[in-house]
């Protein structure tokens, strides 16, 4: 059967609620069109984003230079091994709200030196509550430089977030004279050098302002479009070709976060459509928020379906996003950039000082494949993607306290997942019995993406049922499998987690893989992420 056929009957047979033939003995059905490469899927789009919010600075990246706590030049050791495993493409920083109340000035110089300030988010009352520390009057111990520092050590490019509310365009000048400009050059120059790097920093990635429609200004899009044309308009730019990212839409699927997008991009163009060229990416925030209690912990089946079923509104965001902005830019110069996202729970904390700190599940390890896989399946529309947030934060990739330190089940869907990175996003398709939960509710049976990275093909795949292996029949169009290598995130309870007392509790696991031929039968187990590296023939 030609393809167009093929995808034709498999479209009618699936509309039907119809597995096709060949897949009868298996309940689930993937498809796997290798002929089909979509475009790279980036390495940026497994970025991270840190911000000077609760622990995630103070302690969980910076333990400073004599702490008991293993350091490289004060950062904590555990967390960069761990970047440099994850091979973590991008890191985004000061904010989030914080960056448009930072003054980048405040965080360079002799660091006895730096001042202290309120951090923003003392607006919070449960931060305001806390006992006091590095949370809620920020030392700048942390600053440009350090931050570099740890990207360097990591492995990964900077992106950095410029104040647009309370900061004017030449402090955003300056900015990027003191990170880009050649050494010995400028005084802001010199001024890096004694921070301890004389060469530039030569950071590409520049947001323009956070979530500028609330706490980055609580601007009207078309003002804030004038706004963003202004600071990126003749900004010295060192010989570098500046990627800047404008604040995009906000979380909810609504009309505002579309209407914002449209504005934006409707005053963005207004006078004149070569400003497109100059726009890197329009950032989308989206978190998922638990229903029930909201505690990260104790949760119900329901409310394990209810998050993943949120998390999976991300694809629709994606599309309909790049739709709109399609109407205003149709050669799609400007990319989306998903440079907030998670599962963001009520509590409880891990310390009450680490604001937004919860301890994730297997829950948010099943959100956190949903997703990627969702951003591997769009590779042509997304720049970047950045979890929210790395370490002691709300879909947080490590707990780090003092000495003591633990992957989250969030990391190790990421580290099965880098396999992904640079290769040949493939054409994915796949059915399975839907999932109905609640009052009449739906949840689909298997979804996942696949690449291709030479004779490999990297495939991923989330079983999203509590309870219940999905056995399905996997289909290579366009190839052959020799062998294959398969890693398991499984766990017998949905709530399974790692904690500081026991930070090995989930961890993935290879399977046996004795599969080959065109068409070959595997069993996701219940609740689980799996990854399937297949060569060839
Ligand atoms: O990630 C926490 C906060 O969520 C960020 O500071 C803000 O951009 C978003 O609202």
């Not at 009057?137 to 900077?158: D, I, S, V």
Request: glycine content about 8%; proline content about 6%; charged content about 20%.
């Amino acid at each position: 059967m030609r393809r167009r056929e093929f995808l034709l009957s498999t479209m009618a047979m699936t509309a039907a609620g119809l597995a096709p033939r060949s897949t009868r003995a298996a309940d689930g059905w993937v498809e796997i069109l290798i002929d089909e490469p979509r475009g790279e899927i980036a390495p940026e789009l497994h970025g991270h984003f840190t911000e000077h919010l609760g622990g995630v600075v103070y302690d969980g990246i910076w333990v400073g230079e004599d702490s008991k706590v293993p350091n490289l030049n004060g950062i904590r050791k555990a967390l960069v091994e761990h970047m440099r495993q994850l091979k973590a493409p991008v890191v985004r920083w000061a904010g989030g709200c914080f960056a448009d109340s930072y003054n980048w000035r405040d965080g360079v110089g002799p660091r006895a030196k730096r001042p202290v300030r309120s951090n923003f988010w003392t607006v919070d009352p449960e931060l305001w509550k806390a006992p006091d520390g590095p949370q809620k009057y920020e030392p700048n111990t942390f600053g440009t430089a350090e931050f570099m520092r740890f990207c360097q050590l990591c492995g990964a490019k900077p992106y950095l977030a410029a104040n647009l509310r309370s900061l004017t365009p030449n402090d955003f000048d300056d900015w990027v004279d003191y990170c880009n400009s050649p050494a010995g050059r400028t005084t802001l120059a010199q001024i890096r050098a004694s921070d301890g790097s004389q060469e530039p920093f030569n950071v590409l990635y520049w947001g323009i302002g956070n979530e500028s429609w609330g706490c980055g200004g609580d601007f009207r899009p078309e003002e804030y479009a004038i706004e963003f044309r202004r600071f990126i308009s003749w900004v010295p730019d060192y010989g570098l070709k500046l990627r800047y990212v404008a604040s995009g839409p906000g979380a909810a699927m609504d009309d505002a976060q579309i209407a914002w997008t449209r504005g934006f991009l409707q005053e963005l163009v207004a006078k004149s459509a070569e400003t497109l060229n100059r726009v890197y990416g329009l950032s989308m925030h989206y978190y998922c928020w638990t229903s029930g209690k909201g505690d990260s912990l104790d949760f119900t089946v329901d409310d394990w379906y209810q998050l993943l079923l949120q998390a999976d509104v991300m694809e629709s965001l994606i599309t309909k996003h790049w739709l709109a902005m399609g109407e205003f830019d149709k050669d799609h110069k400007v990319k989306l950039v998903v440079d907030e996202w998670g599962a963001w729970h009520r509590g409880p904390a891990i310390d009450p000082r680490y604001l937004f700190s919860y301890v994730p599940t297997m829950r948010d390890a099943l959100v956190t494949g949903i997703t990627l896989d969702t951003f591997h399946r769009h590779p042509e529309k997304l720049a970047m993607c950045n979890d929210a947030q790395l370490v002691n934060c709300i879909h947080t990739l490590f707990l780090a306290r003092e000495e003591r330190f633990a992957p989250t089940p969030v990391f190790h869907v990421f580290d099965m997942y880098k396999a992904h990175q640079s290769g040949q996003a493939l054409r994915f398709m796949c059915d399975a019995p839907s999932i109905s939960f609640g009052t009449g509710k739906r949840f689909w049976g298997l979804a996942g993406s696949a690449s291709l990275h030479g004779k490999t093909v990297v495939v991923t795949v989330v079983n999203p049922h509590a309870s219940e292996p999905r056995a399905a029949e996997i289909n290579l169009r366009g190839g052959s499998a020799r062998s294959a290598k398969a890693t398991v995130l499984a766990a017998p309870d949905i709530h399974a987690h790692n904690d500081f007392d026991h930070p090995q509790a989930v961890e993935p696991k290879a399977a046996p893989a004795d599969v080959s031929g065109a068409r070959f039968s595997w069993t996701f187990p219940p609740a689980s992420v799996t990854k399937l590296e297949i060569e060839l023939a």
